[in-house]
């Protein structure tokens, strides 16, 4: 892994990195904590998706954990921990997840999760701000914060863009916890595939992206649609057309041209 922070990974207690067949695995391991997130944890998490953005050896990213759960969400003895904690302390906590989760929905590779168990709280955040997911027919969600008195407040921003109003409202409201198909239903994931096959499918489909799209055109898609939402239409539009005229000029974008016509096949991870 050329010009990556070998040395920090190496010394990384609760999260494994490592890239094979073009694609970065980050793993969460506390799974005697049901991969709970601590700010050790999230710290953690922002290096390994900083090294997998920088690793040129990767070109897509798979989040997965270790253990009978994806993640149950905070830490509970940490969260007590900060009830003692100030305002600016607090601020600060709440600041550290929101940059995580700001990282990977802004990464320039596509992320996707592989979620083998249940998802709740910020675990089903972490879930939801990937790209594509894919979870078994066991695993349950849901964001428990208001049962209590806590908010759901860092995912909402993401959900509203994701799901829409009237199913983040259903969710972050009442606080329910929803079986895999139902999370489908409603878009927090979108593949529920059995649990021997989950590896399996997720693999098939990093390495179909990894073969068969561009890397560069990905990453400019995955800019251009986290921008779009927050740009009126003239000035989408404008965007738009400026990023499509810039396409036009890529390398990707001719290489990709003279194979068409050519009727050659294109393998983009070579």
Known sequence: MDNLPTQELEALRFIQYECRDAIGY???????????????????????????????????????????????????????????????????????????????????????????GHALAGGCGLAAICDFAFTVPEAKFGYTEVKIGFLPAIVSVFLLRKIGEACTKQ????????????????GLVNFVVGRDELAEQVYAFA??????????????????LARLPEMA??????????????????????R????FLNKEKISWDQ
Do not use: W
Request: negative net charge.
């Open 26 to 116: 980050i793993t969460l391991n506390r799974p005697e904590k049901r991969n709970a997130l601590s700010a050790e944890m999230v710290t953690e998490l922002k290096l390994a998706f900083t090294a997998a953005e920088e690793d040129e050896h990767c070109k897509v990213v798979v989040l997965r954990a270790n253990g009978a759960a994806f993640c149950a969400g905070a830490d509970l003895s940490y969260i007590q921990e900060l009830q003692g904690f100030g305002y600016t302390d607090n601020l600060a906590d709440s600041t550290h997840l929101m940059q995580l989760f700001h990282q990977i929905y802004t990464l320039k590779k596509v992320v996707i999760g592989e979620v083998q």
């Open 171 to 186: 969710l972050l409201l009442t606080g329910e916890i929803i079986g895999a198909q139902k999370a489908a239903e409603y």
């Open 207 to 224: 390495r179909r992206l990894c073969t068969e799209n561009s890397g560069q055109s990905m990453e400019a898609t995955k800019e251009m």
């Open 233 to 254: 239409l003239e000035d989408g539009l404008r965007y738009a057309a400026q990023m499509n005229a810039e396409a036009r000029g890529s390398v990707d974008c001719r």
């Open 256 to 259: 990709g041209i003279a194979a």
